[in-house]
């Protein structure tokens, strides 16, 4: 079972950047989805960003767009998201997360994934 392990999460004022990494080793197969979910005390899991392995588009919550970047370096087996702009509404234990599921890399499929780290988290002061 292949565990994703995330790092860079921290504390920021409202308006700040911070980069999230993943460390994902061992997939097997050609083609997963990659991508990041995250969730606050007393609210469902949220997607926020995916990507295939393969490449291609990247998708992203509604609320994210303009604001995160997703990103992925394969020869490090490292998935990024780049977070700017953030705001109080952002503070939340965000997860990488991945799966091969076919065609579907939707956000809304992230919380579901099979593979998961234990999360970093994202705190931002106002």
């Known amino acids: 079972q292949v565990t994703p392990v995330e790092s860079g999460g921290g504390s920021v004022e409202a308006g700040g950047s911070l980069t999230l990494e993943c460390k994902i080793i061992g997939l097997t197969y050609s083609s997963y989805c990659m991508g990041w979910f995250r969730q606050a005390p007393g609210k469902d899991p949220e997607g926020v960003a995916s990507?295939?392995?393969?490449?291609?588009?990247?998708y992203y919550a509604d609320s994210m767009k303009g604001r995160f970047t997703i990103s992925k370096d394969n020869s490090k087996y490292t998935l990024y998201l780049q977070m700017d702009h953030l705001n109080a509404d952002d503070s939340a234990m965000y997860y990488c997360?991945?799966?091969?599921?076919?065609?579907?890399?939707?956000?809304?499929?992230?919380?579901?994934?099979?593979?998961r780290g234990q999360g970093t988290q994202v705190t931002v002061s106002s």
């Open positions: 990507i295939f392995t393969r490449g291609g588009p990247t």
């Open positions: 997360a991945a799966d091969n599921l076919g065609p579907d890399c939707s956000t809304t499929a992230v919380p579901a994934f099979a593979m």
